[in-house]
């Protein structure tokens, strides 16, 4: 199985709402990331999760809120999000510390109304 | 600071060989990566360089000089489907070498 999955695939939400993606990847990875990507840009890294442990946190605001339930799992938990805050929602994984070979999630497309 | 330099588009023709390339200002440096992205779909990793030389992989080749701080993406006998966004990306010493995308050229392959 060399497939990361996420749901959902689309997700409209208020600037009230707390809405939680996930990220699954059952590859035996242990590091996994969260990205978030523009229309015509390049994919953002948010945050990095090695061994079920936040090693990287790139200056992210506090409405969004990672989590790593167990080594397969990866949520992302969103609260009181910005319109500027729409993109696409990208999950990733790879072996170990080798994170330039990543495997990417089909994302979750991420409207704030 | 650090900076990745790709052009922005890219066309050719079916069958028709292209090169995508890919110049880097950065300090430590460890190796530099391609992805393919299609619209609307996910970034997919095509191929890695850490030494000098050239990587081949079935249509796609990638190569990388470390003394000119380049390197290039080909891609051989253009199908439509190639069609997409290519990313290089530069992952630097430190733990973990996580990639640093450029901006991504948008590859159109004309029939």
Same mark, same amino acid.
């Not at chain 1, 409209?12 to 242990?30: D, I, P, Y």
């Given at each position: 199985?060399?497939?990361?999955?996420?749901?959902?695939?689309?997700?409209?939400? $208020?600037?009230?709402?707390?809405?939680?993606? =996930?990220?699954?990847?059952?590859? $035996?990875? &242990?590091?996994? *990331?969260? *990205?978030?990507? =523009?229309?015509?840009?390049p994919?953002?890294?948010? %945050?990095? *999760?090695?061994?079920?442990?936040?090693?990287?946190?790139?200056?992210?605001?506090? &409405?969004?809120?990672?989590?790593?339930?167990?080594?397969?799992?990866?949520?992302?938990?969103?609260?009181?999000?910005?319109?500027?805050?729409?993109?696409? *929602?990208?999950?990733?994984?790879?072996?170990?510390?080798?994170?330039?070979?990543?495997? %990417? $999630?089909?994302?979750?497309?991420?409207?704030?109304? | 600071g650090q900076s990745l330099e790709q052009p922005?588009?890219? #066309?050719?023709?079916? @069958?028709?060989?292209?090169?995508i390339n890919c110049t880097y200002q950065t /300090?430590?440096f460890?190796?530099l990566s391609w992805?393919?992205?299609?619209? @609307?779909?996910?970034?997919?990793?095509?191929?890695?360089?850490?030494?000098? @030389?050239?990587?081949? #992989?079935?249509?796609?080749?990638?190569?990388? /000089?470390? /003394?000119?701080s380049y390197g290039? +993406?080909? +891609?051989?006998?253009?199908?439509?489907?190639?069609?997409?966004?290519?990313f290089c990306a530069v992952s630097l010493?430190?733990?973990?070498?996580?990639p640093t995308f450029g901006r991504g050229t948008?590859?159109?392959?004309?029939?």
């Open positions: 199985d060399t497939e990361v999955t996420q749901t959902p695939k689309h997700l409209v939400m $208020g600037m009230t709402n707390k809405k939680s993606l =996930k990220c699954e990847q059952h590859m $035996g990875h &242990r590091a996994m *990331y969260w *990205y978030k990507q =523009k229309a015509k840009k994919p953002e890294l948010m %945050f990095v *999760y090695s061994y079920e442990k936040l090693s990287i946190n790139e200056s992210v605001p506090s &409405r969004f809120s990672p989590e790593c339930p167990n080594s397969s799992l990866l949520n992302l938990h969103l609260h009181a999000l910005q319109p500027e805050d729409s993109a696409l *929602y990208l999950c990733a994984s790879s072996q170990g510390l080798a994170g330039y070979e990543q495997y %990417f $999630g089909p994302g979750t497309r991420l409207t704030v109304t | 922005s588009e890219v #066309t050719a023709v079916e @069958g028709a060989i292209v090169q /300090s430590g460890y190796g992805y393919q992205q299609h619209d @609307g779909g996910a970034p997919t990793f095509l191929s890695y360089n850490g030494l000098d @030389g050239l990587e081949e #992989t079935g249509r796609f080749s990638s190569f990388l /000089s470390r /003394s000119d290039y +993406l080909l +891609l051989q006998e253009l199908q439509m489907k190639d069609s997409a966004s290519y010493t430190g733990g973990s070498y996580i948008s590859l159109i392959v004309h029939p």
